[in-house]
Nanobody, 120 residues
Framework: QVQLVESGGGLVQAGGSLRLSCAAS????????MRWYRQAPGKEREFVAL????????TYADSVKGRFAISRNNARNIVYLQMNSLKSEDTAIYYC?????????????WGQGTQVTVSS
């Protein structure tokens, strides 16, 4: 199983930027698809972004498309979420998720989350 630790959250004004990091350890990082999710108070956890094992393919929720960018550095076992033009509705706890790619034996993992608060 991959162990994940998120960092980079904080308080930012609307229109500002933050970069979240998720450091992985424990298994071969390059065998795992990486995703960011978020959970706002009183709401269910929702998908934010996905990056393929090699980093060439990304997918975003419509709500963040054009503002957020996911990237990864397999040599450093880390995935990033660059968040620009932040809105108050982006306020949530952001979670990193690692899922083994097809054919790879392993289980999905979650980090502990990092709080992002956007003030309007």
């Amino acid at each position: 199983q991959v162990q994940l630790v998120e960092s980079g959250g904080g308080l930012v004004q609307a229109g500002g930027s933050l970069r979240l990091s998720c450091a992985a350890s424990g298994r071969t990082f390059s065998n795992y698809q990486m995703r960011w999710y978020r959970q706002a108070p009183g709401k269910e956890r929702e998908f934010v972004a996905l990056i393929s094992v090699g980093g060439r393919s990304t997918t975003y929720a419509d709500s963040v498309k054009g503002r957020f960018a996911i990237s990864r550095n397999n040599a450093r076992n880390i995935v990033y979420l660059q968040m620009n033009s932040l809105k108050s509705e982006d306020t949530a706890i952001y979670y990193c998720n690692a899922s083994p790619s097809p054919g790879v034996i392993g289980t999905a993992s979650w980090g502990q989350g990092t709080q992002v608060t956007v003030s309007s």
